[in-house]
């Protein structure tokens, strides 16, 4: 993963942290459902941005080397992990 990705999802996964303890304190404060089913929602979406991130990142550095070193074998490899963690996540 390039230093940038690491950097930024870093500082993504930080935020999401401490919005997943702001909700385990809510339940705490017994706070609205709605507020808390809300709040989880937006945690969803963040890790969902993490995630395309992670994605973006693999498909611009490791399949495209794998696509420039001309392996085939490796070129179909890359490309099976991409629709296997593609079809895992539109669960």
């Known amino acids: 993963m390039q230093d940038g990705t690491k950097k930024s999802c870093g500082k993504r996964l930080s935020r999401i942290e401490g919005q997943v303890r702001g909700i385990a304190r809510m339940l705490v404060e017994d706070r609205y459902c709605i507020d808390v ?42 490309v099976a992990e991409l629709v296997q963690v593609m079809s895992r996540s539109n669960r």
């Open 37 to 78: 089913v809300t709040q989880i929602s937006a945690v969803r979406a963040a890790l969902r941005k993490v995630e395309e991130e992670i994605l973006r990142d693999h498909v611009g550095h490791c399949v495209e080397s794998a696509i420039n070193s001309g392996d085939a074998s490796e070129q179909r490899r890359k």
